[in-house]
Structure formats: C-alpha cells, structure tokens
C-alpha cells in the first residue's frame, strides 16, 4: 500500500511545506555551528590552520595544470587584445570585470613569454585596447 500522490495545489503546498522545513534546518545547523566556533575559539583556530596548511598548494597547482604556452587573443566586441599563458582563468577574469567574452579569438600561440608580449605590443600601436599592468615590454 502506497502513499497518496498529490497533485496539484496539494503538491504545491507539500514541496512549499518541505522547502521551509529545508530552510529553518539549515539554519539552526549554521548557528548550532557558529556557537560551537564561539564557546570553543582556540580548537576552532587549530582547525582552520591545520585546514590552510593541507590545502594551501590546492589553487596554484589548480592553476598551474591548466597553463599552456603563450598565447595572444582578442575579444571581438571590446576590441581587447591580450597575452596569457592560462586562457581560461583570463577569460573568466575578464567575464568578472564585465567584458563581452562571447567571441574570443586565439590568435597565436608562441614558445615564449617575450615574443608573445611583442607581439601583443604591435596590436595595441595598432589600435586595439588592452595591456595588463603586469605586463612589460622590452
């Protein structure tokens, strides 16, 4: 013998019913925790320090496996020209700051940083925008 299928406003106010029991369980959780990390502040520290210890090389290895050679790109709409040896750590970078990153165009890929960058510079004497503050040219 099975359960009752609800159907329409019934089902409604039962999926309604459990996302507000979701919500007050989460957050006495999220309280329950944040009394624990008060009344118990210095086990608290060791735990977030032993957490950043273990995991302090996650992100720059993160990064670092996804670096390729040098490559210059363009950002069609915003007439951007760049150089980057992480294409899609750049691509999100410019996404955050508000660019139209919907046509990107890889250009050339080069062996290394220097001829990448002089390359770039020629773009930009062309006309088009760009140049990272941490970019230097020779």
Known sequence: ?????????????????????????????????????????????????????????????????????????????????GMTENISHRISSHKSLGRDVSEVIELVTFDSRTEALAFEKKLHELGYNGKHKNNTYQ
């Open 1 to 81: 013998m099975g359960r009752k299928k609800l159907t329409g406003q019934a089902k409604i106010d039962s999926i309604n019913k459990r996302k507000e029991w979701r919500k007050k369980w989460y957050k006495a959780k999220k309280n329950a925790g944040e009394l624990w990390e008060q009344s118990n502040k210095d086990k608290s520290k060791e735990i977030k320090l032993k957490w950043v210890k273990k995991n302090k090389d996650y992100g720059k290895n993160w990064y670092d496996a996804r670096k390729h050679n040098p490559l210059v790109y363009i950002i069609v709409k915003e007439n951007y020209v």
